[in-house]
């Protein structure tokens, strides 16, 4: 059997096909309280429970995979031990003066570009120089992941910053400004996915 040697033309077959499931998937977003009460605020942690996505790994060239991923911006909802009229407030104001869930419904995150390294049989280490499209505003995202390819199973496990200024987000405070949240979320990612036939 003959393959044609141009580094463009990979073999029939050499990338599988992955569909991204939220059942026994994790996806959260942690904001940072700061300002003269920040002591007395708290650091919400936010739950991203609607996304869905798709990935192409070709296992003998990793860095040459690529993932699409989008994330329903109205089903975030924090997810802290707080009163329910704190969690409704804070939830109203996450949709409708920071993602602005209406006119933004969804979060896109595009990659077809990286590095990866083999860490071991079915396990890599990859950082993802891709494309995050939130808030109206498309911007170069940086995500690192360690992947595991277990059978029918790819797992992506990391973390990762996001600035809400570099989005045309504004910073929301409460209390006249006594409590403000910082510009930096950081965002983990425990995400499994499914091989296609």
């Given amino acids: 059997m003959h393959y044609a040697t141009e580094p463009t033309i990979k073999p029939e077959g050499a990338t599988v096909h992955y569909i991204i ?8 977003v942690r904001a940072f309280a700061t300002g003269l009460l920040s002591a007395f605020g708290h650091n919400p942690t936010i739950a991203i429970p609607d996304f869905q996505g798709e990935v192409f790994l070709n296992p003998d060239a990793v860095e040459q995979s690529s993932l699409r991923m989008v994330i329903h911006s109205a089903a975030l909802t924090v997810t802290d031990d707080i009163s329910e009229k704190d969690q409704e407030e804070i939830n109203r104001r996450m949709h409708d003066e920071v993602l602005e869930s209406d006119s933004f419904p969804d979060i896109v995150y595009e990659c077809s570009r990286g590095s ?3 860490t071991g049989e079915g396990q890599y280490w990859m950082a993802l120089n891709g494309e995050l499209t939130l808030h109206g505003v498309k911007g170069n995202q940086r995500v690192s992941a360690r992947v595991s390819v277990n059978g029918n199973t ?3 496990a990391g973390e990762f910053t996001v600035r809400q200024s570099d989005y045309e987000i504004l910073p929301v405070s409460a209390l006249g400004g006594a409590v403000k949240l910082k510009d930096e979320l950081k965002l983990s990612f425990d995400i499994s996915a499914r091989k296609q036939a």
Avoid at 21 to 28: P, R, V, Y
């Fill in 116 to 118: 990866a390294s083999k």
């Fill in 154 to 156: 790819l797992r992506a």
């Fill in 21 to 28: 499931e939220t059942t026994g998937s994790t996806f959260t």
